[in-house]
């Protein structure tokens, strides 16, 4: 009996002292990472992490700073991403949290090298979001990372944790997140197409000097693991007529070299159809928009307006495309299409290997353009009234 109330007297005293989240981290004592950075140079991989101050990240009333929230960059480097993650957090100072982290940088070097080496450490880290966003880039890594946030605004509202605010306003290379990239990395007929992100010094000043700020200037392409190189923007063009995702883009109607209007086109519709009786695949795409105009310079009539944007846009189309074929590489995943649509076609042409585009791949374009209305302004705007009015 005795011995039954002493243990009963040990289990309470230890419930007592055990009870409670005991081994419970306090926010002020960890450091927490926002984004990461991979390269691969001299043999080594190179782990950059972006810490946030989260007491920069939430919003106070009564703060007067003008200054730009400071970006802390840790560094790790080993022989496997693994290693450099451990020389990463050895000099922490504090342990590391990573559930925050909502942007992933690959270096073209580790492009080049390969990225599937990476995705094993990313997918076991259990706190890592598979919703973060993905991007190349040919900059020092820890200069992008480094680059501050505009004045009176929080560290994470940038180009680099938040793209698809900035892609709504203005259309061209879509922003992905890693678990489309992942989906696409794995269909055997998808080319993923890896924004670069990359660091401009002519849009912004402070103080009248410039500042650099991010911004997306190209892709890097990888088909079935391999990087098949970056495309700048200029050659591009097409991109965003060939995207069911586009939000808003813009075109100049001109009528010989000369500016005429600015449309704003959107609800951008697209049908590929595979033609599978020749040797090789080709493909007919249909694309159907809405625009209205933005802006006059002189007069022209809707007819004109809604025939040159769709030359306008073909054009850009084939140019991209052609581009494309020039480098080996499906810009537009056109092969997707028939992967998806005649199965058994695609597995006859990829065994005869017969899928690689040539420069009639694309058989036929055709662009049906629906102008909406003229904005806020009439298409006679531009007209200066005659100040006696008509005749009568």
Not at 122 to 141: A, C, D, H, Q, S
């Amino acid at each position: 009996m005795k011995g039954m109330r002493i243990a009963s007297a040990m289990l309470l005293l230890a419930t007592t002292l055990l009870s409670g989240c005991w081994d419970q981290k306090s926010i002020q004592d960890l450091r927490y990472l926002s984004a990461i950075g991979i390269d691969y140079v001299n043999n080594e991989y190179v782990l950059y992490a972006q810490s946030t101050d989260l007491s920069t990240v939430a919003k106070q009333e009564s703060s007067t700073t003008l200054q730009a929230p400071p970006a802390t960059i840790s560094i790790g480097k080993g022989k496997t991403l693994q290693s450099a993650f451990d020389n990463l957090q050895k000099n922490a100072q504090v342990p590391v949290f990573l559930g925050f982290v909502s942007s992933l940088v690959f270096h073209e070097r580790i492009l080049q090298k390969g990225v599937i080496s990476t995705h094993d450490i990313m997918n076991r880290y259990g706190l890592i979001r598979y919703t973060k966003w993905v991007f190349g880039t040919r900059e020092p890594i820890d200069r992008v990372l480094s680059s501050h946030s505009l004045v009176g605004f929080s560290p994470l509202d940038s180009l680099l944790h938040q793209p698809k605010d900035v892609y709504e306003q203005r259309s061209f290379i879509e922003p992905i997140q890693f678990y489309r990239f992942i989906s696409n990395f794995w269909e055997p007929s998808n080319t993923v197409l890896l924004p670069n992100i990359t660091l401009y010094e002519r849009s912004w000043k402070e103080n009248n000097r410039f500042i650099s700020r991010l911004s997306i200037d190209g892709i890097h392409a990888i088909h079935r693991a391999n990087w098949q190189g970056y495309f700048p923007n200029r050659d591009l063009m097409g991109i965003r007529w060939m995207n069911s995702n586009t939000k808003f883009a813009g075109l100049i109607v001109r009528q010989n070299n000369t500016p005429k209007a600015t449309m704003r086109i959107e609800h951008v519709q697209l049908d590929i159809t595979p033609i599978t009786t020749g040797e090789h695949p080709r493909y007919q795409v249909n694309v159907r928009l809405n625009g209205f105009v933005r802006e006059m310079m002189s007069p022209v009539t809707p007819a004109f307006v809604r025939k040159n944007s769709e030359e306008q846009i073909a054009e850009q189309i084939r140019g991209t495309f052609l581009k494309g074929v020039k480098a080996g590489v499906d810009l537009y995943s056109l092969e997707e299409s028939l992967f998806k649509k005649d199965y058994q076609a695609w597995r006859k042409y990829e065994i005869r290997k017969h899928n690689k585009l040539t420069p009639d791949s694309l058989a036929q374009i055709q662009v049906h353009m629906f102008l909406s209305d003229s904005g806020k302004m009439k298409m006679d705007s531009v007209k200066y009234p005659d100040p006696l009015g008509p005749n009568k």
